[in-house]
């Protein structure tokens, strides 16, 4: 079955970089689009950042552009999101998905603190 | 990144039928529809329907998507214990080249 599986989390002081990865198993991983989608504690979902299956096109919001970089090893089945000047708003659980939402890892604490 | 608009809690009683809400614009709801997602206290989110009313296999028929205009619908039959949940809306924008969630909806089942 699907599996999706984030690390890489951690506790890292502001202005300091983190990087995510999110294994993937169970589906044809090169013909996903892939993303990463963010929970901050006690609030709503927001998404981060989405690359196509064959990585020509990124997108990103707002709040992470210029900072966040979403990449993907498409011989890994892996997923990655490379986090710098990191700020104590990007605290959150990061997770993985693919296509529209289909699956979801159990995702990645990522604490942003001095 | 402007997002999709949905009431933060629905309480209904058991048994009874629930319709959550989710407003946007004609770039994502009006123009793609919207996915909506089930999320448990501590668990991860999980796909209820995505483009309106395509459910995954496994998710049951007592919910239902649809939409109308710029507005999408969740409609939630025969109320159980287990649909107390939070309820998040999002849709790809065209203009923004994002995607959008709503604030989410948390529904109580009485």
């Known amino acids: 079955q699907v599996q999706l599986v984030e690390s890489g989390g951690g506790v890292v002081q502001p202005g300091r970089s983190l990087r995510l990865s999110c294994a993937a198993s169970g589906f044809t991983f090169r013909s996903y689009g892939m993303l990463w989608v963010r929970q901050a504690p006690g609030k709503g979902l927001e998404w981060v950042a989405l690359i196509s299956n064959d990585e020509n096109n990124k997108y990103y919001s707002d709040s992470v552009k210029g900072r966040f970089t979403i990449s993907r090893d498409n011989s890994k089945n892996t997923l990655y999101l490379q986090m710098n000047s990191l700020r104590a708003e990007d605290t959150a659980v990061y997770y993985c998905?693919?296509?529209?939402?289909?699956?979801w890892g159990q995702g990645t604490l990522v604490t942003v603190s001095s | 990144q402007a997002g999709l608009t949905q009431p933060p809690s629905v309480s209904k009683d058991l048994r009874q039928t629930a319709t959550l809400t989710c407003t946007g614009n004609s770039n994502n709801v009006g123009n793609q529809g919207a996915a909506w997602l089930q999320q448990h206290q501590g668990h991860p989110p999980k796909l209820l329907s995505y483009r309106n009313n395509n459910r995954p296999s496994g998710i049951s028929e007592r919910f239902s998507a649809s939409r109308s205009g710029n507005t999408a619908s969740l409609t939630i039959t025969g109320l159980l214990p287990e649909d107390e949940a939070d309820y998040y809306c999002s849709a790809w924008d065209n203009n923004l080249s994002a995607w959008v969630f709503g604030g989410g909806t948390k529904l109580t089942v009485l």
């Open positions: 998905s693919y296509a529209v939402f289909d699956s």
